[in-house]
């Protein structure tokens, strides 16, 4: 597809490439956009798709192809692509943008658009009123039913979703809500208060985005009012916009897990300097802790006099406490993510914990007797080993579950409790069980 597009381009065949890509999904139509080589192309591409579809294709692209394609549009295009934007798109595109992006394109929107823009970017990030669109369609509760098809036709391609419609009185206060199948089965001349649904699900616009997933993935619903601080209906946020900050999230925590400064820029379009500024402040850090756990290992010089093999084992007892640590708190983590797992659960998990940690500790410490023994021939070497292993087992999988809970308590990311930071601090721990397990079998 990209080499024909590209042909086509160079052969200036527009009416073929509008008959190639008039049945393809804007998605696709995107990422065909950001895969085209030469810049020129892009725009020349960008500009033969209709005013909806090439404002769909915009919302869909990737930043650095949003900011190259607004330097190369004209003030008119801007303004106009802009107008045919749904709000909530243009906000996300806004966010990612630097100032000069920014400030060409309020300059090509109308007042009206400005100010709707200006609203949901003084919403604080994170919150469902930075994610929410303000184009919904409302009904009030003494329409009937042929009305609201009437204002369905009327501005149903205006807003984003028409699949639920929401109810209002006078001053605008949500009351109920109804689809379009409760339209469909009911007469014209019913009134839209009598086939409502009175229990309507709403959101505040300072309602947490992780509360927002929350409740669509537990009520499995697509779309969710959101109201202000008046109880006054402001906007909606549909599926689509959840599953933007579900991954967000996601990426965030992956991110962070792995002592990586989070970032949205896909990782082939990031400059290799950003790549290593993300990382080297984490790896920093942990250095200067793996320096402190060395010094530690110094203050046992005593041991390694009486007994060198004593420093083979460091490595293995160090690698299973960090896996046992990790694996208690990715679990806790993801529990934490989808609201499986709350604080109030932290001794029911506790109690878990131990019988896990138990169970393993008992399994790998025999296996490691026997095997140091085999290899070493030294018993004291042996259980030292063995017994390090066990408490270092339990103590691994209690800190694992226990850090991202206590974070979450505090209002902090879980994830920065993960594998880098929960693994430096098993490490010491390690050391300081081992040697003095060491120490007090040999008598130095």
């Known amino acids: 597809m990209i080499e024909t597009i590209t042909n086509y381009l160079e052969e200036k065949k527009y009416i073929q490439i509008k008959e190639l890509l008039e049945n393809m999904r804007v998605q696709d139509l995107a990422e065909l956009l950001d895969n085209l080589t030469d810049d020129n192309h892009k725009i020349k591409l960008f500009r033969l798709f209709p005013k909806a579809m090439g404002a769909e294709v915009f919302s869909y692209a990737q930043p650095q192809l949003q900011e190259f394609i607004v330097q190369a549009l004209t003030d008119k295009e801007i303004s106009t692509m802009i107008e045919a934007m749904y709000f909530d798109d243009t906000v996300d595109f806004l966010e990612e943008m630097p100032a000069n992006v920014v400030e060409k394109v309020l300059k090509n929107s109308t007042k009206e658009t400005r100010l709707q823009i200006n609203k949901l970017l003084s919403y604080d990030d994170d919150t469902a009123g930075s994610i929410m669109t303000t184009e919904f369609l409302d009904l009030k509760s003494d329409t009937t039913v042929e009305e609201a098809f ?8 205006e807003v984003e979703t028409i699949n639920i419609l929401y109810v209002t009185n006078p001053s605008k206060k949500l009351v109920g809500e109804l689809t379009i199948r409760d339209l469909l089965l009911a007469e014209e001349n019913t009134k839209v208060e009598s086939i409502m649904k009175d229990s309507t699900l709403f959101i505040t616009t300072s309602t947490d985005n992780e509360k927002v997933v929350q409740i669509f993935n537990k009520y499995d619903i697509i779309a969710l009012p959101v109201v202000d601080a008046e109880n006054l209906l402001v906007g909606i946020v549909t599926v689509d916009d959840v599953m933007r900050v579900m991954e967000e999230e996601t990426t965030e925590d992956f991110h962070k897990m792995s002592a990586i400064t989070p970032t949205n820029v896909p990782y082939l379009k990031t400059p290799a300097y950003k790549l290593a500024s993300n990382r080297v402040i984490w790896l920093t850090c942990l250095m200067v802790s793996a320096i402190f756990t060395g010094m530690l290992i110094t203050f046992y010089e005593t041991a390694f006099a009486v007994l060198p093999t004593l420093v083979a084992c460091l490595p293995m007892l160090m690698g299973t406490g960090g896996n046992c640590g990790t694996q208690a708190s990715t679990l806790i ?9 709350k604080f109030k659960d932290y001794f029911k998990i506790w109690l878990k914990e131990v019988q896990v940690s138990l ?39 209690c800190l694992g579950f226990s850090l991202p809970m206590l974070a979450k308590k505090l209002k902090l990311d879980p994830a920065l409790m993960a594998s880098p930071i929960l693994t430096t601090i098993l ?18």
Request: positive net charge.
């Open 427 to 444: 490490d010491c721990a390690v050391i300081l069980i081992y040697f003095n397990i060491a120490k007090l079998l040999l008598g130095v």
């Open 150 to 157: 009437q204002r369905i036709r009327k501005i149903g391609r």
């Open 333 to 341: 983590i993801r529990g934490l993510a989808i609201n499986e797992i």
């Open 359 to 397: 169970l393993i500790a008992l399994g790998l410490c025999a296996l490691n007797f026997v095997i140091v023994f085999i290899q070493y021939k030294e018993l004291v070497l042996s259980i030292a080993v063995s017994s390090s292993l066990f408490f270092v087992i339990i103590i691994a999988n």
